[in-house]
């Protein structure tokens, strides 16, 4: 028993999943009971299995590699939190642009643990739909892991926020009417141009 933390990102260093597991590794040697599933594959696959198969806590750690839309979203309904560590990548010099996985946790109503990096700050109110850390810190992220393990409550009040967020900013709806927007400006713009 415990919680289930689930990542879907693509393994790669701008989403920094070895940050990842090493932060649920340190929350776990802190007295987190729970596992961690990273769904997704890319370059990091070989570095987080190897930080998997170093770990104490290997069978608390499941890589899955890439998934069906319809197992992502059976993992998002599994979940209580829902995690990413962002982060200017080192080798790809690529940030996240705006995480779209990250969005689709808040649909779900799952409480998100993230970085304030790249788009995730866009998107997550940090103490009102997750718990956004300084990128890099693997400790601050395993602490959240912790303090949302042992507060239901809140996990239900950050996921439930969460969802109204995605309804009220991000749903397919708006996303059209925006675009809609966009580009009537644009076309405005070309037809007074001639």
């Given amino acids: 028993t415990g919680v289930q933390t689930c990542a879907l990102p693509i393994l790669i260093d701008c989403k920094s999943p070895d940050r990842t597991i090493q932060a649920f590794v340190m929350a776990l040697a802190k007295g987190l009971r729970g596992n961690l599933i990273l769904a997704g594959d890319g370059p990091l696959r070989t570095t987080c299995e190897l930080l998997r198969q170093r770990s104490p806590y290997r069978e608390s750690i499941k890589i899955l590699g890439a998934v069906s839309w319809n197992?992502?979203?059976?993992?998002?309904?599994?979940?209580?939190i829902y995690t990413q560590h962002n982060i200017f990548g080192e080798l790809s010099h690529q940030s996240e642009a705006l995480g779209v996985s990250v969005l689709e946790a808040m649909s779900?109503?799952?409480?998100?643990?993230?970085?304030?990096?790249?788009?995730v700050v866009e998107t997550v109110i940090?103490?009102?739909?997750?718990?956004l850390n300084?990128?890099?810190d693997v400790e601050a992220q395993a602490n959240s892991f912790l303090r949302l393990a042992h507060d239901p409550s809140l996990r239900q009040t950050l996921g439930n926020a969460g969802r109204e967020r995605v309804a009220n900013y991000f749903s397919i709806e708006k996303e059209a009417e925006q675009l809609k927007q966009i580009m009537?400006?644009?076309?405005?713009?070309?037809?007074?141009?001639?």
Avoid: F
Wanted: some cysteine; glycine content about 14%.
């Fill in 134 to 136: 300084d990128p890099g």
């Fill in 71 to 80: 197992k992502a979203q059976e993992l998002l309904l599994e979940s209580d």
């Fill in 126 to 131: 940090d103490g009102q739909t997750g718990i």
């Fill in 108 to 119: 779900y109503a799952v409480p998100v643990v993230g970085t304030m990096h790249g788009g």
């Fill in 184 to 194: 009537n400006v644009s076309c405005t713009k070309v037809q007074n141009e001639y």
